[in-house]
Nanobody, 127 residues
Framework: QVQLVESGGGLVQAGASLRLSCAAS????????VGWFRQTPGKEREIVASISWSGGNTYYEDSVKGRFTISRDDAKNTVYLQMNSLRPEDTGVYYCAADFDASFHAFNTRAELYDSWGQGTQVTVSS
């Protein structure tokens, strides 16, 4: 059974950086598209970024373009989300998720299509 564990969240001031990690266990290689989602109270999880199984294709939500970078290290079974120039509106619980049905070059922006989810890590950005 695949387990995803996020880490790297915390409380930072606006303008700071954080790097979130999503480590997978139970598989020898994350043969999946991986996405990072953010959830705030009263709202549904929204896609922040996604990366294809190949690593060659990525998606970013408009508000994070140019500030966030998603990457993957398959040797470590880990996907990262580098978050720079953080803003208070980036605050939320960040979840990583894996879509094992995605094709090699495809990313996925729809939460309902992801198969496995981590427990989430809190990111709080103060102004």
């Amino acid at each position: 059974q695949v387990q995803l564990v996020e880490s790297g969240g915390g409380l930072v001031q606006a303008g700071a950086s954080l790097r979130l990690s999503c480590a997978a266990s139970g598989v020898s290689w994350i043969r999946a598209a991986v996405g990072w989602f953010r959830q705030t109270p009263g709202k549904e999880r929204e896609i922040v970024a996604s990366i294809s199984w190949s690593g060659g294709n990525t998606y970013y939500e408009d508000s994070v373009k140019g500030r966030f970078t998603i990457s993957r290290d398959d040797a470590k079974n880990t996907v990262y989300l580098q978050m720079n120039s953080l803003r208070p509106e980036d605050t939320g619980v960040y979840y990583c998720a894996a879509d094992f049905d995605a094709s090699f070059h495809a990313f996925n922006t729809r939460a309902e299509l992801y198969d496995s989810w981590g427990q989430g890590t809190q990111v709080t950005v103060s102004s």
